[in-house]
C-alpha cells in the first residue's frame, strides 16, 4: 500500500528529458517563427496582405496565428517523438535559447527594417 | 471622474493584466531561483509544487489575456483610420504620432517593436508551465533544463517590461480613447 502511495506521489520522478526537451524547443521555434513572420510581412506587401486575417488588427492577426499554430504543431510534433526519450538536452536548450535570442533581436524594429 | 470604455479596456489591458503579469514574473523568477538553489538533498514539499504550478498557470493566463485583449480590443481602436479631411487626430492614435515629427518614433520603434515582442511572453510562460507541470518538484533533477526555463522567463519579463513600458509611453502621447462615457462621480464646482 505505502509503495502505491509513494509511486502515485512520484510519478514525475523518472520521467525522461524529452518532454520538457520537446516544450523548450517549440517555444524556441514558435518566438522565431514570430519574429520571422513579423520581419517577412513588413518587407513583402504581397506577405502583408496574406497574413490580414482580421482587418481591423491588420497584419498582427496573422502573424500571431501563424505563430501559434506552428507553435503547437512543433510542439505536438516533438512530444509525441522525444516524450519517452531522454535526449541531448545541452543541444536543444541551446538551441531553443538562440531561437529566443535571433527572436528577440528580429522584433527590435531597427534591425528588422534591415532586411 | 469619469473614462470611456476604450480608455477603460486600456487599463484592464496595462494596469490590469500586464501589469499584474510583470508582478509576477519577479515572484517566479525568484521562486524558481530559490527551489532550484536548495540543497540536492532537501526535499520540496508537496505544497511549494502546487504553489509554484498555478503561479504559473496564473503568469500564463495572465499573459495570454494581456496579449489578446492587446492585439483584439485595443489595437484596432489604435490604428484606426481618419475619414479624410479630419483634422482633429485625437481619435486616430497611430495617425496622431505619424503626424509630428516628435512623436513618430513613438510609433515605429515603441509600437511596432511592442506589437510583437510581447507575444513572445505568453509563448515562454506557458512552455514554463507545461514543463512545471509535467516534472513538478523533480525539475531539480533536470538542472539543464531548469536553467533553460529559468532564461525563458527572464525573456518573458523583459519582453514584457518593454510591452508595458512603450504600452504606458503610447498612453500618455496618443491615448485610446472614445466609446461611451462611464460616470464614477460627480465633482462640485468651485
Given at each position: 500500500m505505502n509503495q502505491k502511495v509513494s509511486a502515485i506521489t512520484d510519478s514525475h520522478a523518472d520521467v525522461p528529458n524529452g518532454s520538457g526537451a520537446a516544450a523548450l524547443l517549440a517555444a524556441g521555434i514558435g518566438c522565431f517563427a514570430l519574429a520571422v513572420l513579423a520581419v517577412a510581412g513588413d518587407a513583402s506587401p504581397?506577405?502583408?496582405?496574406?497574413?490580414?486575417?482580421?482587418?481591423?488588427?491588420?497584419?498582427?492577426?496573422g502573424v500571431t496565428t501563424v505563430t501559434l499554430l506552428v507553435w503547437l504543431a512543433c510542439w505536438a510534433i516533438l512530444e509525441q517523438c522525444w516524450r519517452k526519450r531522454t535526449v541531448a538536452l545541452g543541444r536543444v536548450s541551446t538551441i531553443a535559447l538562440a531561437l529566443l535570442g535571433m527572436s528577440?533581436?528580429?522584433?527590435?524594429?531597427?534591425?528588422?527594417?534591415?532586411f | 471622474m469619469e473614462f470611456t470604455t476604450r480608455g477603460l479596456w486600456t487599463l484592464i489591458h496595462g494596469m490590469g493584466f500586464g501589469a499584474l503579469y510583470l508582478l509576477a514574473c519577479s515572484g517566479a523568477l525568484v521562486e524558481l531561483t530559490r527551489l532550484s538553489r536548495r540543497d540536492a538533498d532537501a526535499p520540496i514539499s508537496r505544497s511549494d509544487e502546487i504553489f509554484l504550478t498555478a503561479y504559473l498557470i496564473t503568469m500564463a493566463a495572465l499573459?495570454?489575456?494581456t496579449v489578446l485583449t492587446?492585439?483584439?480590443?485595443i489595437y484596432p481602436w489604435y490604428r484606426a483610420v481618419a475619414p479624410p479631411g479630419t483634422t482633429n487626430l485625437a481619435a486616430f492614435p497611430q495617425l496622431l504620432l505619424k503626424s509630428s515629427p516628435a512623436t513618430i518614433a513613438w510609433h515605429s520603434i515603441g509600437m511596432e517593436w511592442k506589437e510583437h515582442v510581447g507575444w513572445l511572453t505568453p509563448i515562454a510562460t506557458?512552455?514554463?508551465a507545461a514543463i512545471q507541470i509535467?516534472?513538478?518538484?523533480?525539475?531539480?533533477n533536470h538542472p539543464q533544463l531548469r536553467a533553460a526555463v529559468l532564461c525563458f522567463v527572464l525573456a518573458a519579463f523583459f519582453a514584457a517590461g518593454i510591452a508595458g513600458f512603450f504600452g504606458a509611453m503610447l498612453d500618455k502621447h496618443a491615448p485610446v480613447e472614445g466609446g461611451s462615457l462611464i460616470r464614477l462621480s460627480h465633482g462640485e464646482s468651485q
Open positions: 504581397f506577405l502583408k496582405c496574406l497574413l490580414i486575417f482580421y482587418r481591423p488588427t491588420g497584419p498582427l492577426s528577440l533581436l528580429l522584433t527590435f524594429p531597427p534591425i528588422a527594417d534591415l | 499573459a495570454w489575456a492587446g492585439t483584439y480590443i506557458t512552455m514554463a509535467r516534472y513538478g518538484r523533480h525539475l531539480k
